[in-house]
Every structure is written in structure tokens, then in C-alpha cells.
T-cell receptor
Framework: EAQVTQNPRYLITVTGKKLTVTCSQN?????MSWYRQDPGLGLRQIYY???????DKGDVPEGYKVSRKEKRNFPLILESPSPNQTSLYFC?????????????FGDGTRLSIL | QQQVKQSPQSLIVQKGGISIINCAYE??????FPWYQQFPGKGPALLIA?????SEKKEGRFTISFNKSAKQFSLHIMDSQPGDSATYFC???????????????FGQGTILTVHP
């Protein structure tokens, strides 16, 4: 089954404790991205990657890091999480850069930073 | 600034009624407008999309109306059903190249509740 898999689905942690949210897709997609969803703000892009070793900032990259060492994986790293990063996070992938291609989302990771 | 403004924030409709969600954009370079549907506990999924060279696109009970001169587009759900209860996001992107090529800009989302 074609899917984007995120882990963990839920995480409660404390300020300053480094964490990584993993994302993996099995569709051989080139383009992957991370979003955060906050009430009243919609989905905002954090980082995106056009291919292996090619990443760039989205609209809200502060406090986040990403890497793309393999085509299928695109982890999101919070090196020193803060309470304002409490949010619902989504990883997404699509075949290529073109925005007219369907974007496939994972089921989300709910992060609570205390 | 590349913004997409969506309204209303929430919408309650009776079963069988018409749900209408509106979006407005500023950047005239946007050339592809998808709508995503998100059920609780799930990620968004592509529902329907339109290009600016057509004024309307219909897929089953879902219709996008597009007004290029007003820079507005809307989603109409005919004969709304309780199973349509979800969060809906409009989005816009530039598909023709440039520095923002391929980036999806999302609206704020609309929580639709359809009462039986």
C-alpha cells in the first residue's frame, strides 16, 4: 500500500530535550516536505526536499532541522524544543516538484512540549 | 506576500444542504488550485483541483468555482452528508516555474460539520 509513515504519532516531552520525528514514504517520490498545523493558521511549510541531499527552508523553519540522506526518508529534528513548537506535524511527499501533482500526507504527529 | 485567505473558519450544515467554502488569493502567478480534505486523526488528502483557464470543475457532489478576475475560488458540496464532516483546506501553487515553483500555500482551513 502506498503510504507516508510518521513516527511517533504522539509525543509529550520537555523543553530542550532533542527529538526526531521520522518520515518514510514507499512511493519513490522525489519531493518531500514537513508542515505544521495550528488552529486558525492552516498548514505551514517548515522544510522541503526536492531530492536526496537537496533541502530548503519553507515558511517557518526556525528551530527545526531536516536531512535527506535516502530518497524514502525525511526526518524532522528539533534540537532544543520549546513550548511554541507544540503542534500537529505532517510529513508529505509527491512524485516531483510540480505543484499540480497530488501530495500524499502522513497521519500526523502530535507534539506537546512542556 | 503569497497568502490564501479562507472562510468561514467553521460551518454547520444540515444533511442534504449545500456547503460553500470560499478562498481568496493575492498572487496572480498562482496557476493551480487544489482542495484537500482532512478527517480527524488523518492527514489531508487531495479532493479536487482546478486550473485558472476554466471557471468550474465538478466531480460528483463536489464543485470548484473559479473567478480569475476577482481572484477567488470556492468549493461547493451539494447534498452534504454526515460523512463529509471534515476539515477542508484550499491551496494555491505556482506550477509554471520560478523561485516559488511547486510550493503549496494553504488557506486557514474550514471545519465542516454536517448534521444528520
Amino acid at each position: 500500500e502506498a503510504q507516508v509513515t510518521q513516527n511517533p504519532r504522539y509525543l509529550i516531552t520537555v523543553t530542550g530535550k532533542k527529538l526526531t520525528v521520522t518520515c518514510s514514504q514507499n512511493m519513490n517520490h522525489e519531493y518531500m516536505s514537513w508542515y505544521r498545523q495550528d488552529p486558525g493558521l492552516g498548514l505551514r511549510q517548515i522544510y522541503y526536499s526536492m531530492n536526496v541531499e537537496v533541502t530548503d527552508k519553507g515558511d517557518v523553519p526556525e528551530g527545526y532541522k531536516v536531512s535527506r540522506k535516502e530518497k524514502r526518508n525525511f526526518p524532522l529534528i528539533l534540537e532544543s524544543p520549546s513550548p511554541n513548537q507544540t503542534s500537529l506535524y505532517f510529513c508529505a511527499s509527491r512524485l516531483g516538484v510540480g505543484g499540480n501533482q497530488p501530495q500524499h500526507f502522513g497521519d500526523g504527529t502530535r507534539l506537546s512540549i512542556l | 506576500q503569497q497568502q490564501v485567505k479562507q472562510s468561514p473558519q467553521s460551518l454547520i450544515v444540515q444533511k442534504g444542504g449545500i456547503s460553500i467554502i470560499n478562498c481568496a488569493y493575492e498572487n496572480t502567478a498562482f496557476d493551480y488550485f487544489p482542495w484537500y480534505q482532512q478527517f480527524p486523526g488523518k492527514g489531508p488528502a487531495l479532493l479536487i483541483a482546478i486550473r485558472p483557464d476554466v471557471s468550474e470543475k465538478k466531480e460528483g457532489r463536489f464543485t470548484i468555482s473559479f473567478n480569475k478576475s476577482a481572484k477567488q475560488f470556492s468549493l461547493h458540496i451539494m447534498d452534504s452528508q454526515p460523512g463529509d464532516s471534515a476539515t477542508y483546506f484550499c491551496a494555491a501553487t505556482i506550477n509554471a516555474g520560478g523561485t516559488s515553483y511547486g510550493k503549496l500555500t494553504f488557506g486557514q482551513g474550514t471545519i465542516l460539520t454536517v448534521h444528520p
